[in-house]
């Protein structure tokens, strides 16, 4: 029950910032047209992969290396805080470094969003810290009010700007954003640090970056390699020079394919540790979330199917109709999106980010061959092709992990 009630608040909280993040696109959309849309989502694509490659997996395991029997203090909080700071200097650098790597005409016709997704990215930094540091601590409640102050802030701003007619554009609006993301950081590293008991002990070989690789890298690759297949369509088109409207009208596809994983990559951070090993009922745990979240989303990629033209056309406008085709040739990827993502964290936690690691980069590679093998015989459909097949291929491959992990641990209904 005490699971079920943490999926309960924690499903209702996503549900809210998933119909905000939707909300936000259709705003988007209609006031700023292909062009903004496309600024807007390969801004925020850029940002999650660079977050990803820069953080080195050290947030991810935050998580793993705190449990019931190593409480965290406030000395813990500080010297987790001062390796994040650490970590924030270093993924600036990144992107300095990223800018010398990357092909002149390409970095020139992307300067601006450079600039802008550097900022972004350490914002996304410290919530990110915030929101681990309160699952460790089982305070979901910070989360979700957290989760939801962002989305609903942003969306406010964004009402402001279509129907008050305020002159922003959407470089300005990202800026509020980070502005906003900042803010809310700020008050729940206040919240969970006067939290914390004083007492003060000698483990810094648990926090320490150094110690925390030795696991965290596998990890490190996964989170990397999954975000990249999420964004890989978007940094594909701008990588082949495509129009930033064309990465606008596919990504209205993608928005609405994505709606369940914008549910369920927040609620995955939560039931972390409910996965973990010595703890109990885990097995209920996984298959409970599964079958919630399956059940769930089975009829909405089916009557996405069935009106893919009309929810494009009613949402956006008749200038976004062509992204009715992709989210027809998508829709089945609603429903494998939640066991493929709850099957990921369920490995993960139980000691096999290795197997993930390797299986994910396999699925980002088959991704990457159909993409390339269909493009010119289907165009940007290929995208589309490419990603349905992809997320097929992992959860075959998940199913078969999963189910051995299962049996060689033994693990079953009964346990307690």
């Known amino acids: 029950m005490y699971l079920l009630s943490i999926i309960g608040k924690s499903v209702f909280a996503r549900c809210i910032c998933a119909l905000s993040i939707f909300a936000v696109g259709i705003l988007i959309a209609r006031y700023f ?59 600036i650098s990144f992107v300095i470094v990223l800018c010398h790597i990357l092909p002149n005409d390409y970095v020139e016709a992307y300067l601006e969003r450079i600039y802008l ?15 681990r540091v309160a699952s460790v601590l089982k305070k979901t409640n910070y989360i979700n009010a957290g989760e939801v102050t962002v989305q609903l802030s942003f969306l406010t701003i964004c009402s402001s700007t279509t129907f008050l007619n305020f002159d922003l554009n959407v470089d300005n609006l990202l800026l509020l954003f980070f502005i906003i993301e900042l803010f809310v950081a700020f008050f729940l590293v206040l919240l969970i640090y006067h939290s914390l008991p004083n007492e003060k002990f000698n483990r810094k070989e648990i926090i ?62 939560i039931l972390f540790p409910f996965f973990r090993k010595k703890e109990s009922n885990v097995l209920k745990n996984f298959f409970f979330s599964i ?39 998508m829709a089945p990827v609603l429903f494998l999106q939640p066991f493929n993502v709850l099957s990921n964290v369920f490995l993960v936690a139980r000691g096999k980010a290795k197997s993930v690691s390797f299986f994910s980069a396999l699925s980002l590679l088959t991704l990457i061959v159909c993409s390339f093998s269909l493009y010119f015989d289907f165009g940007v459909s290929a995208f589309a092709i490419s990603i349905l097949i992809q997320q097929l291929t992992i959860a075959f491959i998940y199913l078969v992990l999963v189910l051995r992990t299962i049996v060689h641990e033994g693990l079953s209904f009964n346990q307690e």
């Not at 997704?117 to 929101?131: A, C, K």
């Not at 008749?318 to 009715?324: G, I, M």
């Open 33 to 91: 047209g292909k062009e903004g849309v496309g600024i807007y989502v390969f801004t925020m694509a850029a940002r999650r992969l660079i977050f990803s490659l820069s953080n080195l997996g050290y947030l991810s395991t935050i998580v793993y290396n705190f449990t019931s029997d190593f409480k965290m203090t406030k000395n813990d909080f500080l010297n987790l805080l001062y390796r994040v700071l650490l970590l924030v200097v270093f993924s």
């Open 117 to 131: 997704i550097s900022v972004l990215v350490v914002s996304l930094f410290f919530l990110t810290f915030s929101f």
């Open 208 to 269: 320490s970056i150094k110690s925390v690789f030795r696991y965290s890298k596998w990890v490190y690759v996964s989170n990397w390699v999954n975000n990249l297949i999420i964004d890989y369509p978007v940094f594909a088109m701008s990588l082949a020079m495509l129009p930033s409207s064309a990465i606008g009208v596919f990504s209205r596809a993608m928005t609405f394919i994505n709606l369940g994983r914008s549910v369920i990559n927040p609620l995955s951070t």
């Open 291 to 329: 079958f919630i979240t399956v059940i769930s989303l089975l009829p909405v990629s089916i009557f996405v199917y069935v009106f893919s033209k009309e929810i494009i056309s009613f949402f956006y406008g008749e200038e976004f109709v062509s992204a009715s085709l992709y989210l027809e040739i």
